[in-house]
């Protein structure tokens, strides 16, 4: 899981409930992604940053938001928007660069009951 | 726009035998290539990556993958599998074009190593 840290691993919230899901890499990488992985479907690209205070959506954002104040750091919050938040969260990191392999966390998994 | 295509969901290969997961892809131009493993409840680990070069890709854990640019497809091999193999493995690409920072994952095959 190299230099990604994600908190916690397990994390139950009731409906209607926003949650911040914690993001921190010690790589020095310039950008970095959320991800959710649902059974069957892969992963799914949430919301980018190449560089701090700059972040571009992916294929799901709605329902999400994020912040980069800070390098090292790229938070998710999920919204009482989300229709359906129940999932496995991952963030990545890598360098900002052609050819560049993502690093990722060990994860984050999110119910909403 | 990119896609990648995973096309069997679950593969089973018997231990000590050579081992194929397939993977094809769709790009407008160029593409780099990835392939990453995951093991339960862990994130991605990365194996090895098509950049540029030898079509002929070596990476972790003696996983190799052979990039062929008129089939679309990036296998990934491995001569003699392990049960420690036994994993959810994801191909990923992306378009070779300036700025262009995302990731397409396919669906995942899992690899089941039968002892």
């Known amino acids: 899981d190299g230099g990604i840290t994600q908190s916690p691993k397990y994390l139950f919230r009731k409906e209607g409930q926003n949650v911040t899901l914690s993001c921190e890499q010690n790589?020095?990488?310039?950008?970095m992604y959320w991800y959710r992985q649902d059974p069957g479907q892969g992963l799914r690209l949430i919301y980018y940053?190449?560089?701090?205070?700059?972040?571009q959506k992916g294929d799901i954002a709605e329902g999400y938001s994020v912040s980069r104040e800070k390098k090292e750091s790229f938070p998710l919050t999920v919204t009482s928007a989300q229709k359906n938040p129940t999932a496995f969260y991952l963030c990545?990191?890598?360098?900002?660069?052609?050819?560049?392999?993502?690093?990722f966390g060990p994860g984050t998994r999110l119910t909403v009951t | 726009a990119q896609s990648v295509a995973q096309p069997e969901d679950q593969v089973n290969v018997a231990e000590g035998n050579p081992l194929t997961v397939k993977c094809t892809y769709s790009?407008?131009?160029?593409?780099?290539l990835f392939w990453y493993v995951q093991y339960p409840n862990r994130g991605l680990q990365f194996l090895l990556k098509?950049?540029?070069?030898?079509?002929l890709v070596k990476g972790s854990y003696g996983f190799e993958a052979e990039f062929n640019k008129s089939q679309t497809s990036f296998h990934l091999k491995k001569p003699s599998a392990l049960v420690s193999d036994s994993a959810l493995y994801f191909c990923?690409?992306?378009?070779?074009?300036?700025?262009?920072?995302?990731?397409?994952f396919g669906t995942g095959t899992r690899l089941t190593i039968i002892p």
């Open positions: 990545a990191s890598s360098i900002r660069g052609d050819g560049d392999e993502q690093y």
């Open positions: 790589l020095n990488h310039d950008a």
């Open positions: 940053s190449q560089i701090v205070n700059d972040f």
């Open positions: 790009v407008s131009g160029n593409p780099y």
């Open positions: 098509y950049i540029t070069g030898d079509n």
């Open positions: 990923a690409v992306r378009e070779a074009n300036f700025g262009n920072e995302k990731l397409t």
